[in-house]
């Protein structure tokens, strides 16, 4: 049951009545909990916020007035409807202050308050489908790396990508899966990029102990409904929208790699992490050839722009696991690495050729001389010009 309720009336045949007379099942709700004072409402409270409240207006302790008070400030609060006799209407028509939902007279007319829970849930699940839609564009905005606003996310929140290829009838599962939050607070948003691709982004508003292991199963579960001719590759848990960008991409690395494997590698798993692809690239060649042949390709592509996920791809290996590797074998980075080969290959240039500088600079890969330039003096103390001016004075002397 989604819809948690709290009934608060002083009059136990009352409480009992609410509790039997109405169809709650029916309606997508539960009874968690009878009071019959605001007080003993607010101690039921601390141990679970309900969605709805059915309130007394007239109790001996703290009465429904005074309830409603209380509740009115705090920042998430439970939709309340006010039950009220004739002789108290006016004393009821106070709780409107404090932004009650509906107010019903009694005696109760159970199918009359059915028709008010009805409306109810109808604004709820409006509210709901308007909230989900907003975080889902902010999401997306943020893991495209666009403008978006942190401000409507908790900062405990913890978020994970997964990028999904699957055949063309994956999209019905996707949407009837994406749905509700899950109760353990999980919440799942699905972005179909193409008819085979799609992305997934978990969102979850406090920190969970095992949270990488709750979005795995489901991920695991959302496998087993696309069939076997699929491949779904996870990003790491981050915390933080900021960092979500980072989650995507590595799932998006993943999966480039996951396309490199022969099939019989690709069905071990329906669900792919660095980790496991790493494993399985590990086994294929040796790290100092696989090394040996990214340092032959950046050479042989040097004067392109050329990033580190490309070269990662080209050896079948993740681009965090190459990154780490390179640094262990050569002792640089993959920039320092490519700096170097350029700023070697641009000395070459200058002293054996008359290209302009601009013209070096794109010949070794920079599109913006004055970056060249920067790039050149900082690596050999000097403007290209004045290593240029440097190499015909000595071959003058």
């Known amino acids: ?39 003993e409402a607010l101690e039921l409270m601390q141990a679970g916020l309900p969605d709805i409240i059915l309130t007394d207006i007239s109790m001996p302790g703290m009465n429904g007035i005074e309830l409603l008070e209380q509740i009115s400030r705090w920042p998430e609060r439970p ?20 932004r ?52 409507k996310f908790r900062s405990t929140a913890m978020y994970r990508t997964a990028v999904i290829l699957a055949d063309d009838s994956s999209g019905l599962h996707l949407v009837q899966w994406e749905g509700r939050a899950t109760p353990e607070g999980l919440r799942r948003f699905v972005y179909s990029t193409s008819k085979r691709y799609a992305v997934v982004v978990f969102y979850i508003e406090s920190e969970k102990d095992g949270f990488a292991e709750l979005t795995a199963t489901e991920l695991q579960y959302l496998g087993s409904l696309l069939g076997d001719d699929m491949l779904i590759a996870a990003g790491s848990v981050v915390s933080g929208l900021e960092e979500l960008a980072e989650s995507y991409d590595e799932a998006v690395g993943i999966l480039d790699l996951l396309q490199t494997l022969n099939s019989a590698e690709t069905s071990q798993h329906r669900v792919w992490t660095i980790q496991e692809v790493d494993q399985s690239l590990s086994s294929r060649k040796t790290p100092a050839k696989q090394i040996g042949a990214a340092l032959a ?55 054996g050729t008359n290209m302009k500088t601009y013209e070096i600079a794109n010949q070794v890969g920079y599109t913006d001389q004055r970056y060249f330039s920067q790039v050149f003096k900082r690596k050999m103390n000097m403007t290209p010009s004045e290593y240029r001016a440097g190499l015909s004075r000595n071959a003058d002397v």
């Open 100 to 151: 009650v939902f509906d107010y019903i007279l009694k005696p109760i007319d159970p199918l009359e308050l059915e028709k008010c829970i009805h409306s109810m849930i109808a604004w709820f699940q409006e509210k709901e489908q308007v909230r989900h839609s907003t975080m889902k564009q902010q999401l997306y905005d943020a893991m495209m790396g666009s403008r978006f606003d942190s401000s």
């Open 1 to 39: 049951m989604k819809y948690k309720v709290l009934i608060v009336d002083d009059e136990p045949l009352i409480l009992k009545s609410l509790q039997t007379s109405i169809n709650w099942s029916g309606m997508d709700c539960k009874v968690i909990g009878i009071a019959e004072d605001g007080e």
């Open 297 to 351: 390709y950046m050479n042989e592509h040097y004067r392109e722009d050329l990033a580190i996920d490309q070269v990662a791809k080209h050896v079948a290996m993740s681009t965090s696991h190459f990154s780490a590797l390179l640094k262990q074998i050569t002792g640089s980075t993959f920039l320092e690495h490519m700096t170097e080969l350029r700023i070697q290959q641009a000395c070459m240039l200058l002293s």
């Open 79 to 98: 939709e309340v409807i006010i039950l009220s006799g004739y002789s108290d209407f006016e004393y009821a028509r106070k709780g409107l202050q404090y």
